[in-house]
């Protein structure tokens, strides 16, 4: 079944950490994959985009995130990360990982909660 789920979200402090994780069904996973990323979608709020890693190895950084989000995967567990330090309000959201393949397509997980209290 293709599928991407995400977990490791919850409530942090300002000034907090927390990692989420994405797995991607091996159907996905090992098809043709041009990139993959995170966005989140705030309350009231369009979906924005975080961070993204080409295939290649290429890694981008919404400003946002710069200096707080690290974006890596785990061939071997067919598993995405984000790594978040530094944690503000501001980054309050639903956390969404995708896949993108070279065919065009994007898979989307179901999100994971990220409250942050100041």
């Known amino acids: 079944q293709d599928q991407l789920v995400e977990s490791g979200g919850g409530l942090v402090q300002t000034g907090g950490s927390l990692r989420l994780s994405c797995v991607v069904s091996?159907?996905?996973?090992?098809?043709?994959?041009?990139?993959m990323g995170w966005h989140r979608q705030a309350p009231g709020s369009e979906r924005e985009w975080v961070a993204s890693?080409?295939?290649?190895?290429?890694?981008r950084y919404a400003d946002s995130a710069k200096g707080r989000f690290t974006i890596w995967r785990d061939n071997a567990e067919n598993t995405v990360y984000l790594q978040m330090d530094k944690l503000i309000p501001e980054d309050s959201a639903v956390y969404y990982c995708?896949?993108?393949?070279?065919?065009?397509?994007?898979?989307w997980g179901q999100g994971t909660q990220v409250t942050v209290s100041s």
């Open positions: 091996e159907s996905i996973f090992r098809l043709h994959v041009a990139g």
């Open positions: 995708y896949v993108r393949n070279t065919y065009g397509q994007t898979y």
């Open positions: 890693e080409t295939w290649g190895g290429t890694k």
